[in-house]
């Protein structure tokens, strides 16, 4: 029993990767009774190897189709929360700076105050398992109409689309992380 599914898993592992490979045949499967423990052992390692590859194929395909549409460069872009509490700082009136490489883009942004400690793109819930991700603020100096000046917090966020809602899970000073979706729109180039 376990070599059959050892062979039926190895076999599709063996299709998903010929799929995303863009191959159009794919070989015949063969079953046999008969296979030793040995050759077991070995369809059970080429099916591991063969859904890794998918994997790692599936994951290039994600990542190339967030591309960036835009060309590599400076934009002033609208960045929209949900939340009246959470918004650019007033100095910047609704907008960000995004910077667009070939590869990847990043959202610039100064917050209103440094009440908001740490941003993370995902949901709030994902951000309390996932340190490694977590976006640190930087403090920066705000000058509003009236001459005044403040420090607020700004941040760099990964973008990976554009004129749509992503979650951004933010962390007060409180400690205490809640959800949000935020979006980049109207880039101009600067």
């Not at 190339?64 to 910047?92: I, R």
């Not at 979006?183 to 600067?190: C, E, I, K, L, Y």
Request: hydrophobic letters at 45%; proline letters at 3%.
């Amino acid at each position: 029993m376990r070599k059959t599914i050892g062979i039926v898993a190895m076999t599709f592992a063996l299709f998903a990767a010929l799929a995303f490979a863009g191959c159009s045949s794919a070989p015949a499967a063969s079953s046999s009774s008969a296979a030793s423990g040995s050759a077991a052992a070995s369809a059970s390692a080429s099916a591991s190897a063969a859904a890794s590859s998918a994997s790692a194929s599936a994951s290039a395909a994600s990542a190339s189709a967030q591309a960036p549409s835009l060309a590599p460069g400076k934009y002033a872009v609208d960045f929209k929360t949900d939340s009246s509490m959470f918004h650019v700082n007033e100095a910047d009136k609704g907008t960000g700076v995004l910077t667009v490489t070939d590869k990847d883009m990043t959202l610039h942004v100064r917050l209103a105050s440094k009440k908001i400690t740490n941003l993370y793109v995902g949901t709030a819930e994902q951000a309390a398992s996932d340190e490694a991700h977590v976006l640190n603020p930087t403090v920066e100096s705000v000058t509003y109409e009236d001459g005044t000046s403040e420090e607020v917090n700004a941040f760099d966020v990964p973008v990976a689309v554009i004129d749509e809602e992503f979650d951004l899970a933010i962390l007060g000073e409180k400690g205490k992380w809640y959800d949000h979706k935020v979006s980049v729109s109207n880039p101009v180039a600067q």
